[in-house]
């Protein structure tokens, strides 16, 4: 498949994920020529991923295929540790939930048809450097012999594992503190009560600083996962257990397919780009940390990638200086919420049983919804400081 | 000084890629390799491994 590949590219993208194919389709669009890279021999496969989409994200996605939506989702359903639940009506912002393999392949193929060139089982395994400047790649296109390709712009799109960057001379380390483990079981012949909406589990022995949900993809099809922070016990371990304590659900169920993946919650970089080259997606840590969506994000962010290097091409200038307007409308757009979010997390990890009971008793769905987009931290913050223990965990919040 | 993964458990997820300091991690599609000339023991990547599957000894 060498023969499929030139000698040199505008854009070379490593990654196929919704943020590494979103780029390429856009920059081909503008009449670039692009090259998208994928490692895994299927791309889309198999996921890490709970596969929840909001319709704000389905907005940006335009036209997604029948077959890769397979369930609506009008709402969600929120338990606290207590056992007491509340009700989230989405109304206008419901969402899907996905079948990522199919939607992964769907943006792929819409890169292609825009006139990038896509190649599966294609590891980007180095970054070419000279004089400091980021002037391509090292590849083994298609399980072949490793090459060099030039090109004037490398994105790197290569999720939560992101050493492209760490190669480049971008550090993307992400602190453990910021990295939730996630593990996850699509099953079947559940017996779920409303598979129209997400169901969520929240309390510190449940999952500690995360969540249990379960995001229907049928009637009785689900993704059962649970995103934890570091902690004694495995999060297999956890989710386990919460499925053994939960017969009324999975007394009857099967395993159809098992993941697991790290998830960023935090961790934002102000710099994000090189001389030739930037980082989008969770390889950039752009994941929305209280529920670890992704999707959004790297959609989002690969937009103003794209609008950025397209720029940049046109004007000949890619350097450091002239690829930064990426930091600044990325952090303008969507960092200076997810910062706040990330405020929000690092304030209800502080929370005990109690108090999220408590939470759950005060806040309204309006107030929950607003909260997971960076707003409505004085409506938290207020309930908080009713509780003299807590008002120096609400300052957090500011 | 020993790093040590049990292959059969590991779900080829990445996620102790994305932490390990020495860049000494690389995800294939046949698991993870690991270079021990650059590992440092250190045990982060075993910390956030969600079936806890790599067991690092000092
Ligand atoms: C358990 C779990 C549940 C989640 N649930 C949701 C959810 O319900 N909704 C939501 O919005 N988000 C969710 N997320 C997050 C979401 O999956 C990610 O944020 C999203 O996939 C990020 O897209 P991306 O394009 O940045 O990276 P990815 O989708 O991870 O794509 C990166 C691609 O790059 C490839 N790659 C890596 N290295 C190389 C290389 N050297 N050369 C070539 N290719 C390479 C990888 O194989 C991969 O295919 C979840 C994550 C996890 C772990
Ligand atoms: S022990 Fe530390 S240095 Fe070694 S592979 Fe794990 S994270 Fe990397
Ligand atoms: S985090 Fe665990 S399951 Fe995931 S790739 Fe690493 S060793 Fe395998």
Known sequence: ?????????????????????????????????????????????????????????????????????????????????????????YGKHGGYCLERKQFDKWLACEASRAGATVLANSEVTDV??????????KARICGEDEIEIMSSVVVAADGIESTISRKAGLDTTNSLVNVDSGFQYEMSNLHMEDPDKIILYFGNDIAPRGYVWIFPKGKDVANVGIGTALSEK???????????????????????????????????????????????????????????????????????????????????????????????????????RLKKVEKLRQ???????????????????????????????????????????????????? | MAWEIDREKCLRCGACVSVCPELALNLKEEGVLHDADRCTSCGICGRVCPVRSITVVK
């Not at chain 1, 503008?30 to 596969?51: N, T, Y």
């Not at chain 1, 993941?259 to 090189?274: A, W």
């Open chain 1, 234 to 336: 495995s999060a297999k371990h956890y989710l386990d257990r919460f499925i053994e304590s939960h017969p009324e659900i999975f007394k009857d169920a099967g395993i159809v397919e098992v993941n697991s993946g790290g998830i960023p919650v935090g961790g934002f970089l102000r710099d994000m780009v090189l001389d030739g080259f930037l980082a989008v997606g969770d390889a950039a840590h752009q994941v929305n940390p209280i529920h670890g969506g992704g999707l959004k994000e790297a959609s989002v962010a690969a937009e103003i990638a794209a609008k950025v290097i397209h720029r940049a091409l046109m004007e000949g200038d890619v350097s450091h200086d002239s690829l930064s307007e990426y930091n600044d409308l990325w952090w303008k757009e969507r960092g200076e």
């Open chain 1, 347 to 398: 304030v209800t990890e502080k929370l005990s049983d109690k108090d999220l009971n408590m939470l759950a008793k005060s806040l309204t769905s309006d107030v929950l919804i607003g909260l997971t987009r960076g707003s409505k931290m004085g409506t938290l913050a207020k309930v908080l400081m009713k509780n003299p223990r807590l008002i120096g965990i609400a300052r957090h919040l500011f």
């Open chain 1, 1 to 89: 498949m060498r023969a499929f590949v030139k000698d040199s590219y505008d854009v070379v993208v490593a990654g196929a994920g919704p943020g590494g194919s979103r780029t390429a389709m856009k920059l081909a669009e503008l009449g670039h020529s692009v090259l998208l890279l994928e490692k895994r021999q299927e791309i889309g496969a198999p996921k890490r991923c709970a596969e929840g989409l909001t319709l704000t994200a389905v907005d940006i996605m335009g036209d997604i295929p029948q077959n890769c939506k397979m369930r609506e989702i009008v709402g969600a359903k929120v338990y606290s540790p207590d056992g007491n639940s509340v009700l989230v009506h």
């Open chain 1, 128 to 137: 070419i450097k000279e004089g400091g400047r980021v002037k391509g790649v």
